[in-house]
């Protein structure tokens, strides 16, 4: 097995430039591809991704030329050859998105396939909407996911409505190819668009490339058909996401560190992370292209202000996570479902990884910041391990450490350290418990205090979904329906469901699905959690945010029509079960037994791994 030995430094380099952007790479290449003319583009990311993305377009029959992050592509205006056979895209979301859209052009059938991961990532939103722009475009499997068939009937143009819940990523794809339709377009967004600084990263590459699209209020876009793209020199930014990882150390180094190829005005999400970091004492300076921080002698700590200032970052909140944890901040979510989706390697946990091996940045964050902002419990959710996973145990233990696998993060940003990446966490991996069943069988409760038995990490799908939707589930229920909720949801365990060594309380009606019942139970052990029904009632009735299932009766009185609609599926995808009916004047004595039992159940569970 290969590893990579962290060594301590005292300091670091003042400047740093990080890989480019894999959002932008991605946007440009398929504008390169469909433009008129040859494009230059400077600063591309060298990732698994790009690289699928290049040899899908070469067979396609684009001609690119490849010189480290300099790429040449010689544009066919979208006049593309057809392929020998499907089109495999590995485990590129963005390029299954991107490629669906931009194949609704070429005139012949083909099939976009993938890897078994991407197989169950839902795309229905983007097909709906093509089809309703008048291309032929439907799942080979009728799952709503790829492998994906494309007919050979062009994209005619004409008005669309969809999803800006899902992935912003639909919307862009269609943006992009909507030039070429034979008439106008017009897209509407039926509900609110949760990734709005990556359509207007589209937007802003659409019009450097020669086309303008108008938008009202990010409801309504319209793009004029018959046009084309005119291929020209395009210098890409550096990620943002890596730039924060830097940006977070001089606050935490006390030092100053300049990320040269991240300008200010960056459009990507992760530069709202400078914001945070000027809140916690740190100067910001624009200089030329880049970003520089500046840390304070001594960091100013948060408090309650936290989950507001981090609320400004992307979703997977780069930096932030190794100093920024705490048991009052909910994971970021309002950076949608979609994009959010950076492909993740695997949920990580920096600041409990940090504590277990003796990082420094961990003890410094403790030290400078004060108790406010050290790093806290084991209930930090933070989406991925860092791509520069060495730079946090900078200022490590004196013998250094020494880390398996360093191939993990290759998706994403390979370049930054000169080789690929470290995986996070050098503890073997073990299984995900799944706690599911009725409302008011303490899921969330008995959660938490079974993952700190277990030293695992604890994520709870509704709260992951509140925070997501920026309101309660009552409340969104009221707004959107259930259809929506349910929506958010699969997208939620679709993103949880690949990270290990995690209790995940679920709600009470998430493994009805049967994609994610598949989905939890690939990498994880389900434990049905089972009541009386009066001692369900009673504790249903002294909640205020359960909406009611049947829309019939009040959530206390309809618990027995939801227990017999669910009780054969809950039997089916379980494990082990656990009668959690006895109660005493102690609530948390219960849920500290209830919670030590379940562990010992657990234990003795064939191939069960804690």
Known sequence: MERLEVLPARRLAPQHAVPGSKSYTNRALTLAALARGTTTLYGALDSDDTRVAQAALRRLGVRIESHDTTLRVYGCEGRFLPPPGPLDLGNSGTAMRFFTAMLTLAGFPCILTGNARMQQRPIADLLDALNQLGAEVTSVKGTGCPPVRIGARRLRGGTATLSGAVSSQFLSALLMVAPYAEQDVILHVRDTLVSQPYVDMTLAIMAHFGVEATHEAYRRFVVRGRQCYTGRDYAIEGD????????????????????????????????????VLERMGCTVVARQQGVEVRGPAVLRPLGRHRPQCLARCSDDRGGAGGFLPGRDLPPQRGQPAGERKRPATRPGHRAAQARRQGGGAARRAAHRGGPDSAPRGRNCHVRRPPPGHVLWHGRGPPGGDSHPEPGLCGQDVPALLGRPAARWGGHPEGMNVVLTGMRGTGKSSIGRRLAALLGYAFVDTDTLIEAQAGCRIAELVARHGWEHFRALERQVVAEVAGGDRQTIATGGGTLMDSTNAALLKRNGVVVLLVADLEVLRRRVARGRNRPSLTGQAAPAEELAQVWEARRAQYYAVADAVYDVSAESRHCGADVRRKAREIYALLRRLPGFEA
């Open 240 to 275: 943002a996401s890596a730039a924060t990882y830097f940006w977070g150390l001089a606050a935490l180094l006390g030092q100053s560190l300049w990320v040269t190829n991240v300008p200010l005005t960056s459009r990507q999400a992760d530069v709202r992370f400078l914001q």
